[in-house]
């Protein structure tokens, strides 16, 4: 599957320019002196730029996180055509986690892409009572913010996967790499993208793990990790997926890609699907592992899942990601 870049949503400008056409008329009609005052009195739209450069892009994202602790849609600068989606549902701006936030945690990184107009997100909250991690992805070309992606994982208990009781960003993604350890853009993807073919393929072949690579999903350490109890957790990346425990994984779909080039992190927006009819998996030593639940039953993973790649090698691994209905949408699937 070839990776795409998040593409800008066309039509916004013509809709706001219409809704703005019977206003101007009006003020056509008033008097020059009338028309003048008018013209002062009118909300001026908010101020858009040539393009929103790293710096730019790493303060709206910040404002995004202030005005979402604060319940205050009206601090952010959106577009009139601004779509919002939480956990794949298109809602309305101020809806969901806007109206349920309790604060913000320490916890909280940021995916800058200046070339798409993109910034991602990972960040923690408070939630009546409870933690929940947050991964957001916003598109602001010109300084207005057009698309809010968000996903939020909340405590399931019918789920595997729980927030973390400690959550820490590891500075491998935030440190800026060297320009003798960045690759091109597209060599950044691909390297990250290799993970989810691995995945798909259930085989390590191919997969640009670095030795050192630490997966985390939800705050919690997935790999070189004996102290977890679970015996696949006690591998490194590489180890687990050489054991081909991926084929009970029936589908990887939907996948887009934002990256920080400065950063050399790639995040992935996706889904995994279980059919659940793959009931065991004959492992590579010859042993069979049977699929526990909830594996074992239809559903699909929402995920936003971000990669470190230093030298084009993979050595970090973030992923925020919750239970949904089995072949759901994001919500962003099919747009131009």
């Not at 989606?85 to 309790?102: I, K, P």
């Not at 990790?225 to 015996?231: M, T, V, Y």
């Not at 050595?315 to 089995?326: F, M, N, R, W």
Request: one cysteine or more; proline letters at 7%; charged letters at 20%.
């Amino acid at each position: 599957m070839q990776p795409a870049l998040f593409s800008v949503f066309p039509g916004r400008g013509c809709r706001a320019a219409e809704k703005a056409a019977p206003l101007s008329a009006m003020v056509r009609r008033l008097s020059p002196l009338l028309a003048a005052v008018a013209l002062v009195l009118l909300p001026a739209p908010a101020p858009a730029q040539a393009s929103c450069d790293r710096g730019c892009l790493r303060r709206l994202g910040e404002t995004y996180l202030a005005a979402l602790a604060a319940k205050d849609v009206t601090r952010l600068p959106l577009t009139p055509g601004v779509r919002f989606t939480e956990n794949g549902s298109e809602l309305a701006l101020g809806d969901g986690l806007w109206g349920t936030v309790e604060g913000l945690l320490d916890y909280r990184f940021f995916v800058v892409d200046p070339t798409s107009g993109n910034v991602g997100i990972f960040s923690a909250v408070r939630e009546s009572g409870q933690r929940a991690l947050l991964g957001v992805r916003i598109k602001a070309p010109d300084g207005r913010i057009s698309e809010i992606e968000t996903l939020v994982a909340r405590r399931d208990p019918s789920s595997s996967f729980q927030v973390a009781r400690s959550l820490v960003v590891r500075p491998g993604l935030t440190e800026l790499l060297p320009a003798d350890r960045r690759v091109p853009r597209a060599q950044t993807i691909a390297a990250a993208d290799s993970y989810f073919v691995g995945l798909d393929e259930a085989t390590d072949k191919g997969v640009a793990f670095a030795p050192d690579c630490i997966r985390h999903e939800n705050g919690t350490q997935l790999t070189s990790n004996p102290g977890l109890g679970i015996d696949i957790a006690k591998l490194n990346c590489q180890q687990q997926f050489a054991t081909g425990f991926s084929e009970f994984i029936t589908g990887l779909r939907d996948r887009r890609w934002i990256v920080d080039e400065e950063t050399g992190v790639a995040m992935s927006v996706l889904f995994f699907d279980h059919s659940g009819t793959v009931k065991t998996v004959a492992l590579k030593d010859g042993t069979t592992m049977v699929v526990p639940y909830p594996f074992n039953r239809p559903y699909s993973f929402e995920l936003f899942e971000a990669f470190k790649i230093d030298g084009g090698r993979i050595h970090e691994i973030e992923a925020i990601l919750t239970s949904v209905p089995y072949g759901m949408s994001s919500g962003w699937k099919g747009q131009p």
